[in-house]
């Protein structure tokens, strides 16, 4: 006995390689998985760096000092062992009289004096009349390595002499140092070993103002870095953004690499879970729709790969990502209630990659649910850019009101707004790829089908040339999908270019229509002297030649679907009739059946119905609500029993709906009309 495997559905393998690329875009390494706020008490427990690392300035921090280094100096001095030598060596020769007992101890006060270091009591002067010479940093050269030093470190000469005095009169304070020292001459021995460097200094100077050090400080190993409950304050927030750089940036996952590879699998799971569920609770439909779940795909791939990457090269970047033309993308394809669930998980990645994912998730998100509003106003024309102007007053409302809440503005916030603004205008100019995803995909955008739906396009005006009272009827067919198809919540756009297009073939013979025959009296009518199965070939054929018509104009595959199914595998019953009527063979009636296929959507449904109500309607002799009821069941009632409907993807609901709307749509088309009186006299 074989036991057969369950198969595996379509649609899952597309979504495991969704699932495979994701996995290999997640983070391969641990990351700061704290969240904290300025104000705020820190909610954990007490947090210790595990390392080394130094305090980042902010980008507000380092613009303010790109600012000052113009107008402030600093001094540079070189250090002087030799001089430090020979002061403690003239020192250690020095005659104190009876107090030469204190020699050891000055020499030893005075070289700690030394290591620290003794500049000029002399202001510094510089060339540069608009600079300020600073008071509180200096540069040190020691080893030949200059490190920037407060001011306050070392000891100005006069400053030294004192401390040296000061230094003393704890260990001696009968003796007066003071006067001893200037009897013995031992202040003329101390002089500066910091010696002034005028043209580094001024070398530094043209250097600091291309150059500002990003780093404010370093925190040890094992150092506290925020104690559980205490308040975020500016510089602990400073604090604990450096350490998360740091750690993000450097520090290896410590634990096992499987658990790592476990969780980044387990996230792509769950955006890959989301997105099936989207999809299922919104559009289960689009599981069979390969070009169109395809497609959706794609976009979603393509947003989180753009995510990661920018993410990953270039971060300050991501605000100016387009992310709302994704939304567009979207748009163009897939009905607008769709579109929203769609875009929402398209930017999950967000969430997931970025350090400020959600300051990003909420700005895309609120600019493309405007843009998806707001683009079917301003989708031609100069107006795109208007479209584009509204991003971007969104993208900033967002963007400043995340600003006002991070107490400490962003001193680059400039240049955020540039990069907002072109992404913004990005949106306009990455618009017109959806004619490439049109083609790559063999799917029908939005602009396209109201682009065909122009009774000024050329096809259309050879259509209302050769036959008008075709034309006439695809424009009335074209209001009645059209009321229908928005009671229902079919596709309007695709139901009106349908429409127009479903007789295209009735141009190629327009005399065989009674709507195109003339009626001048006496003219010659075309099914005068033709048998009923000749008439009923020339009607069936306009299917097959508007299908011919539609290739050769390269019209879209779902516009040719629905000449295809207008009929169905329904009869020419007119001439059916008369066949039968004159004694035909009832079992030889093949040849007065539509070759086509049944509908299957329900917007074939829709255009079927339409067609024949549209047709049939011109018959009504009783204008009464209740003849319209019957009129309407009776089509309906008909295409049922016909078995048109057994394999549409339609349901009662929406049939019911479809003839309450044709019934109240013909009451106001086909109502009484009121008669003028004439006037007297």
Not at 142 to 153: G, L, T
Request: glycine residues 6%.
């Amino acid at each position: 006995m074989q036991i057969s495997t369950p198969k595996i559905p379509r649609s899952i393998i597309p979504l495991s390689i969704v699932f495979a690329v994701l996995v290999l875009l997640m983070p391969r390494t641990a990351k700061f998985n704290y969240d904290y706020k300025k104000g705020s008490a820190w909610p954990y427990e007490t947090l210790v760096s595990q390392f080394d690392f130094p305090i980042l300035k902010t980008e507000e921090q380092i613009q303010q000092e790109r600012d000052q280094a113009g107008t402030i100096i600093i001094p540079y001095y070189r250090y002087s062992e030799e001089v430090s030598s020979s002061v403690v060596k003239n020192v250690q020769g020095l005659d104190l009289g009876r107090f030469n007992s204190l020699r050891p101890a000055v020499v030893t006060r005075l070289g700690e004096i030394y290591s620290k270091g003794v500049i000029s009591d002399a202001k510094v002067k510089v060339e540069n009349g608009s600079a300020q010479v600073s008071e509180n940093l200096i540069y040190i050269q020691r080893n030949k390595r200059a490190v920037q030093y407060p001011r306050s470190e070392v000891y100005r000469l006069s400053d030294a002499k004192d401390q040296l005095v000061a230094l003393l009169a704890k260990s001696y304070p009968s003796v007066n140092l003071d006067s001893l020292f200037r009897r013995s001459g031992l202040y003329g021995l101390v002089v500066p070993n910091l010696l002034y460097d005028r043209a580094m200094t001024e070398l530094a100077h043209a250097e600091s103002e291309d150059y500002v050090s990003p780093t404010l400080g370093y925190v040890k190993a094992d150092e506290k870095i925020v104690s559980k409950g205490e308040i975020v304050t500016a510089e602990v927030a400073q604090i604990l953004d450096s350490y998360k750089e740091e750690y993000n940036e450097v520090f290896g996952y410590s634990g096992p690499r499987i658990l790592l590879y476990l969780g980044n699998a387990l996230l792509a799971l769950a955006l890959v879970a989301i997105l099936y569920l989207v999809i299922h609770f919104t559009n289960r439909k689009l599981f069979k729709d390969s070009r169109k779940y395809f497609y959706l795909l794609v976009v979603f791939l393509l947003a989180a790969i753009i995510t990661f990457l920018v993410e990953r090269f270039a971060p300050s970047f991501l605000f100016m990502v387009p992310f709302p033309v994704f939304a567009l993308y979207l748009l163009a394809f897939f009905r607008k209630r769709e579109v929203y669930p769609y875009y929402v998980v398209i930017l999950l990645p967000l969430l997931v990659f970025c350090g400020n994912g959600m300051e990003l998730f909420v700005m895309y998100l609120t600019a493309g649910v405007v843009t998806i509003e707001t683009f079917a106003k301003f989708n031609q024309g100069w107006r795109q850019f208007l479209n584009a102007a509204i991003i971007f007053g969104v993208e900033i409302a967002v963007y400043l009101g995340f600003r006002l809440i991070d107490v400490g503005s962003n001193a680059t916030w400039w240049q955020d707004l540039a990069l907002i603004f072109v992404g913004a205008m990005a949106t306009v100019a990455l618009h017109p790829l959806i004619y490439l995803f049109e083609k790559m995909f063999n799917l029908v955008s939005v602009t396209r089908l109201i682009e065909l739906s122009d009774t000024s396009n050329p096809l259309l005006q050879e259509l209302s040339a050769k036959a008008p009272g075709t034309f006439q009827h695809c424009l009335q067919v074209m209001n009645l999908v059209d009321a229908v198809g928005r009671a229902t919540g079919a596709d309007v756009p695709l139901l009106r270019a349908a429409a127009l297009y479903h007789d295209l073939g009735k141009m190629r013979n327009p005399l065989c229509f009674i709507e195109n025959e003339s009626s001048t009296p006496g003219a010659a009518k075309y099914h005068e002297g033709k048998s009923a199965l000749e008439s009923a070939a020339d009607i069936i054929r306009h299917v097959e030649d508007g299908l011919a018509i539609a290739q050769e104009n390269r019209l879209p595959e779902v516009l040719k679907e629905f000449i295809n199914t207008h009929h169905g595998t329904t009869s020419a019953a007119y001439f059916l009739n008369k066949y039968l009527n004159e004694g035909g063979d009832p079992s030889e009636v093949s040849a007065f059946y539509y070759h086509g296929q049944k509908p299957t959507t329900k917007e074939q449904v829709i255009l079927m119905v339409c067609d024949s109500i549209e047709a049939a309607s011109r018959t009504l002799k009783e204008f009464t609500p209740e003849a319209y009821d019957r009129f309407v069941e009776n089509i309906v009632a008909g295409k049922e029993k016909a078995g048109q409907l057994e394999e549409a993807d339609i349901t009662i609901h929406e049939l019911t709906l479809m003839k309450s709307t044709l019934k109240t749509y013909l009451q106001q088309i086909y109502h009484g009309r009121v008669a003028y009186p004439k006037r007297k006299g």
